[in-house]
């Protein structure tokens, strides 16, 4: 347990260092995800420092572990949604296969741009 008074006087401190601190109101739920897993928060008490360009958030509460459900895991395909448009896009602009675009795309979260810079990083290290 700590003591609050020590607390106030630690939260001066900081003030007096240029942190800014601020208690964010109302929070229902905190929700961190992991790729397999999620850790909510529920009613968590949220404290926000702020230090330059910087912000630090302070979740405490009662936590729970949940495990996401199947499909849900982060980097799976079924996360991300790509067009045709997109594939046909990289298809034409690296001349590659629609399965080798889509690879990239998703790979590259669906972020055209990434997906033809993987594409022609991996160009450039078959051709040497």
């Given amino acids: 347990m700590f003591n609050p008074r020590?607390?106030?006087?630690?939260?001066?401190?900081?003030?007096?260092?240029?942190v800014k601190i601020?208690?964010?109101?109302?929070?229902?739920?905190?929700?961190i995800e992991l790729q397999d897993k999620q850790i909510v928060i529920e009613n968590p008490e949220v404290i926000v420092?702020?230090?330059g360009t910087q912000?630090?958030?302070?979740?405490?509460?009662n936590a729970?572990?949940?495990?996401?459900?199947?499909?849900?895991?982060?980097?799976?395909?079924?996360?991300?949604?790509?067009?045709?448009e997109d594939v046909q896009f990289v298809v034409e602009y690296l001349g590659i296969s629609r399965e080798d675009a889509?690879?990239?795309?998703n790979e590259a979260?669906?972020?055209?741009?990434?997906a033809i810079?993987?594409?022609q990083a991996r160009k450039t290290r078959s051709s040497k």
């Fill in 55 to 61: 912000k630090f958030f302070y979740v405490s509460g």
């Fill in 117 to 119: 810079e993987l594409g």
């Fill in 22 to 31: 601020d208690q964010l109101q109302n929070v229902q739920r905190t929700v």
């Fill in 102 to 105: 889509q690879n990239l795309l």
């Fill in 109 to 114: 979260g669906g972020d055209i741009a990434k």
């Fill in 64 to 84: 729970r572990e949940e495990p996401l459900k199947s499909g849900e895991e982060k980097g799976t395909e079924a996360t991300i949604k790509i067009s045709d």
């Fill in 49 to 51: 420092m702020e230090f």
């Fill in 6 to 18: 020590e607390l106030q006087k630690q939260l001066k401190q900081l003030k007096r260092m240029g």
